[in-house]
């Protein structure tokens, strides 16, 4: 069964920003038993927020392609020279 592109968009993005948020608490709450581990865990985080960023730009483009995709009529006022 196959799935609209935008649904697998959202739902990566959800992951993703869930994901960010474990990674935020595990190095907030101490749960970091050494230097190295927390700059891996930092590396994750700008990984996955670089991600984030790419997925909600492709979105927002998205969004604003479907508000202007209709027939836009100008019904302004014209005057007669």
């Given at each position: 069964m196959a799935q609209d592109p935008l649904q697998i968009l959202y739902k990566v993005k959800r992951n993703t920003e869930a994901r960010i948020q474990q990674l935020a608490l595990s190095v907030?709450?101490?749960n970091v038993d050494n230097f190295e581990q927390y700059k891996y865990i930092i590396?994750?985080?700008?990984?996955?927020?670089?991600?984030r960023q790419d997925i909600s730009n492709l979105?927002?483009?998205k969004e604003q392609k479907d508000e202007h995709s209709g027939t836009v009529i100008d019904i302004g006022r014209h005057t007669k020279t």
């Open positions: 907030t709450s101490g590396g994750q985080i700008n990984a996955l927020e670089l991600v979105l927002t483009a």
